[in-house]
């Protein structure tokens, strides 16, 4: 899809991304915490390099200019032009390693072709998509590109991000957050709050179960369902522990040790399923 804008949801989306510091998230509060845990799940599922991989849904390009310098050939594609420009910059910084392409586009109709790609990123799209539908179709995109036995690493917002949130940073005592807290309760269907970007955009936030379900019925085989930050967000100053070599091994470790626990799931703001084509 070349030039103009991609619409996706009923333009907020776009808006919010347009206003937010989407490239600063990942060196933030938890951010780091959120970069580390995914770059090791996607170093442990990716078919080792050289290979393809598209990155949908890529935003400002962190995670394809890192796999760039590990060797793949790395497409991104995302619907938000600021990102797309970031990405671009990003990859014009790292000269010994670019991008391969950074596009416009939609995770729902991708540009590439059939079984031309070794893994597919889908770390955002499915939790702007709000109905299952768009997701179905974006993970059966995801299939059509992938050559068989390619991996595709899809990421969701868990359906008790918000709640946690909540508890942590006081935001239960907004009216707003609660009325807002309450239907991700319920239905998994978040909302922000108009021209205030403080609560997040239009999402859906999974349940494990759910995604697990739409990844099997768009073709794949599951190989795993993981915690990203765990239950990791509670540690007292994380920013110091994740800065001291030692103490940020042990904690990768914990967390690591209970990835796959379905009863901690629900603590951890995001998880990944991994799945083969
Ligand atoms: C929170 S950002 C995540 C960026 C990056 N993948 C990461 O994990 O840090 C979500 C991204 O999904 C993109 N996105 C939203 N809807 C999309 C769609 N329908 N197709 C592709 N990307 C989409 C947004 O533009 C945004 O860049």
């Known amino acids: 899809?070349?030039?103009?804008?991609?619409?996706?949801?009923?333009?907020?989306?776009?808006?919010?991304?347009?206003?937010?510091?989407?490239?600063?998230?990942?060196?933030?509060?938890?951010?780091?915490?959120?970069?580390?845990?995914?770059?090791?799940?996607?170093?442990?599922f990716l078919p080792a390099p050289p290979g393809v991989v598209l990155d949908v849904g890529g935003g400002p390009g962190r995670?394809?200019?890192?796999?760039?310098?590990?060797g793949y050939e790395v497409h991104l594609i995302d619907p938000v032009a600021k990102h797309v420009e970031q990405a671009r910059e990003a990859s014009g910084a790292q000269p010994e390693h670019p991008l391969a392409s950074v596009m416009l586009g939609d995770a729902r109709s991708l540009d590439q072709a059939d079984e031309s790609a070794d893994g597919v990123l889908l770390m955002g799209p499915l939790y702007h998509l709000t109905e299952r539908d768009d997701r179905l179709a974006a993970l059966r995109e995801a299939h059509r590109v992938l050559r068989p036995g390619g991996m595709v690493i899809t990421k969701a917002i868990n359906r008790f991000a918000s709640l946690m949130d909540g508890l942590?940073?006081?935001?239960?005592?907004?009216?707003?957050?609660?009325?807002?807290?309450?239907?991700?309760?319920?239905?998994?269907?978040?909302?922000?709050?108009?021209?205030?970007?403080?609560?997040?955009?239009?999402?859906?936030?999974?349940?494990?179960?759910?995604?697990e379900a739409a990844v099997l019925e768009a073709g794949f085989e599951r190989m795993g369902t993981y915690a990203v930050q765990g239950p990791g967000r509670v540690a007292r100053d994380l920013d110091g522990r994740l800065a001291d070599p030692v103490k940020r091994e042990q904690l990768l470790d914990l967390i690591r040790s209970v990835e796959e626990?379905?009863?901690?799931?629900?603590?951890?703001?995001?998880?990944?399923?991994?799945?083969?084509?």
């Open 1 to 44: 899809m070349a030039g103009g804008q991609v619409p996706v949801g009923g333009g907020e989306i776009l808006s919010y991304y347009e206003g937010i510091d989407e490239a600063g998230r990942l060196v933030r509060g938890a951010g780091p915490l959120e970069f580390a845990r995914m770059r090791e799940l996607i170093g442990r």
């Open 63 to 70: 995670y394809a200019c890192w796999l760039t310098e590990l």
């Open 168 to 211: 942590t940073e006081s935001y239960i005592d907004d009216p707003n957050f609660v009325s807002i807290l309450r239907r991700d309760l319920e239905d998994g269907q978040h909302r922000g709050l108009p021209d205030d970007f403080g609560y997040f955009t239009t999402a859906f936030f999974h349940r494990p179960e759910d995604l």
């Open 261 to 277: 626990e379905r009863s901690l799931l629900g603590m951890s703001a995001h998880f990944v399923v991994v799945a083969r084509a």
